[in-house]
C-alpha cells in the first residue's frame, strides 16, 4: 500500500466537498489502486479570522477522516483542541510532511491569482505535487508554474480547473494522444449553461439568474460566469496545456450572456435552435479563441448539453470529431477531479 500525504488549502465548498469524498472514497482507492490517500494538513485563511490567530490543522497520520470534516461548530471547536498547530505556517506544514499532494482550493476575493500562485509555487519548490481547481494563478502564471514542475521533477494537475467532472483534459492528452486537434469547442461554464436552457423554457434572463442564484449555482455577483470569463479560463488553460503555448486571456474575444435579447432565445426555439455560449479555438494563419452566445441547430453534438451540464468536441486529424458530455457542475463533481488527478499521478497502470 503506498501512504499519499494531502495538505488541503481552501476549506469552503470544494474542500469541504473533498475531504468527504476521500471519506467515502478511502476503501475504495485502497483496494483499486493500493493508495492510501491520507489528508495530513488542512490551511483556511477563515480558520486563521476564526481563532484569531496565525496556525493550520496538523493531522497524525492515525486519524481517520470522519473525524475531521464537518463545518459544524462544535465539531470545529472539538478539531481546534486536538489538531490545531498555533503559528505553523502553510510552508512549515509543507517542510515538515512527507511530500505528497497539494490541493488547492482557495477562492481568493481579490481574484488576483497571487495567493494561490504562492501556495503552488511553494508547494512545488519543495517537491510536492499539485492537483488544483483554482483557475486564477494558472491563468496568469501557467508557463512559470510548468517550468518550475519540470525544474522539480513534480506534476502539476488541473483538471479541477478546466471544466472539473467534464474529462477535457485527460481526452485532449491522453486518449488523443497522436491525433492532432484542429478545432475545439466547448459549453464549460454550468451556470450560464443553465440560465439560457431555463430561457429556452420562456424564462427572462433576470428571472433564470435568480432562480441560479437561489439554487447556489450562481453567484451573487454572477459576472465571472455570464460574461464569459469562466469559459475564457477554461479555453486558455486547455490551449495553453494541450498546445504548449502562452496565450493569455487578451488572444481572446469574449462576450458573455447578460445581454442576450430575449427574442434572440424565443426565435431560436421556434426554429428547432438553441443559444449556447460556446468557448472555441480553431485555426486559420494562427490559433484563435473566442468566447460568445451562438445559435446551434439539432444536428450539433452540444445541441443536448442542458442545465448545469457541460460538453466539448475535438476535431482530429485521424479520430475525426470526438464529444464528451456530462460533467455537471457542483462542488463533489470538482472534488471527484481533485481526486481523479490524484490518482492518476501515482498509478503505474490502468487496467
Ligand atoms: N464550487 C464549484 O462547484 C467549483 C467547481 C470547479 C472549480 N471551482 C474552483 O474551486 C475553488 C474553490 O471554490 P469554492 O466554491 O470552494 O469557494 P469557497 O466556498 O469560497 O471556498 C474557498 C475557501 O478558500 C478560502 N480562502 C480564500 N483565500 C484564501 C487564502 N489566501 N488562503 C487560504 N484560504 C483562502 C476562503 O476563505 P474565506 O471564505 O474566509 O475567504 C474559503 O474558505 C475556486 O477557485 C473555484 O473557482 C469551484
Not at 485502497?30 to 490543522?57: H, T, V
Not at 498546445?243 to 431560436?268: H, V, Y
Request: charged share 25%; glycine share 8%; aromatic share 8%.
Amino acid at each position: 500500500m503506498q501512504e499519499i500525504n494531502i495538505i488541503l488549502v481552501g476549506y469552503g465548498n470544494v474542500g469541504q466537498a473533498f475531504v468527504n469524498l476521500l471519506n467515502e472514497k478511502s476503501p475504495y482507492c485502497q483496494k483499486k489502486y493500493g493508495l492510501d490517500i491520507r489528508l495530513r494538513a488542512l490551511f483556511d485563511i477563515k480558520f486563521s479570522s476564526r481563532f484569531n490567530e496565525e496556525g493550520s490543522f496538523v493531522f497524525p497520520k492515525a486519524v481517520t477522516i470522519d473525524e475531521i470534516l464537518n463545518e459544524n461548530a462544535d465539531a470545529i471547536e472539538r478539531v481546534r483542541s486536538l489538531y490545531w498547530q498555533k503559528e505553523k505556517t502553510f510552508l512549515n506544514v509543507l517542510q515538515t510532511i512527507e511530500p505528497g499532494v497539494l490541493v488547492e482550493c482557495i477562492l481568493s476575493k481579490n481574484r488576483s491569482g497571487k495567493s494561490g500562485f504562492k501556495y503552488i509555487q511553494q508547494a512545488i519548490i519543495n517537491k510536492w505535487n499539485v492537483v488544483t481547481a483554482d483557475k486564477e494563478p494558472l491563468v496568469h502564471s501557467f508557463s512559470e508554474l510548468l517550468a518550475l514542475t519540470k525544474k522539480n521533477c513534480v506534476q502539476l494537475k488541473l483538471s479541477g480547473a478546466t471544466a472539473a467532472a467534464l474529462p477535457t483534459l485527460d481526452v485532449a492528452l491522453l486518449s488523443l494522444a497522436g491525433t492532432e486537434i484542429q478545432y475545439f469547442e466547448g459549453i464549460l461554464n454550468g451556470t450560464s449553461n443553465y440560465i439560457l436552457s431555463e430561457m429556452t423554457k420562456g424564462m427572462s434572463y433576470k428571472s433564470a439568474l435568480k432562480k441560479a442564484q437561489s439554487k447556489g449555482i450562481a453567484e451573487t455577483n454572477p459576472s465571472l460566469d455570464v460574461d464569459g470569463w469562466d469559459t475564457a479560463y477554461k479555453i486558455l488553460l486547455l490551449a495553453n496545456t494541450v498546445f504548449q503555448e502562452n496565450f493569455t486571456l487578451e488572444d481572446i474575444d469574449i462576450q458573455g450572456i447578460a445581454d442576450i435579447d430575449e427574442k434572440i432565445i424565443n426565435k431560436a426555439v421556434k426554429q428547432g435552435e438553441k443559444i449556447k455560449l460556446l468557448g472555441k479555438l480553431w485555426r486559420e494563419d494562427k490559433i484563435r479563441m473566442k468566447v460568445a452566445p451562438e445559435l446551434i441547430g439539432v444536428s450539433h453534438p452540444l445541441y443536448g448539453v442542458d442545465g448545469t451540464n457541460k460538453g466539448i468536441t475535438f476535431s482530429t486529424d485521424t479520430m475525426s470529431d470526438v464529444t464528451v458530455t456530462g460533467g455537471k457542475s457542483d462542488p463533489k463533481g470538482a472534488a471527484a477531479a481533485l481526486l481523479k488527478d490524484i490518482i492518476n499521478i501515482y498509478r503505474l497502470d490502468y487496467s
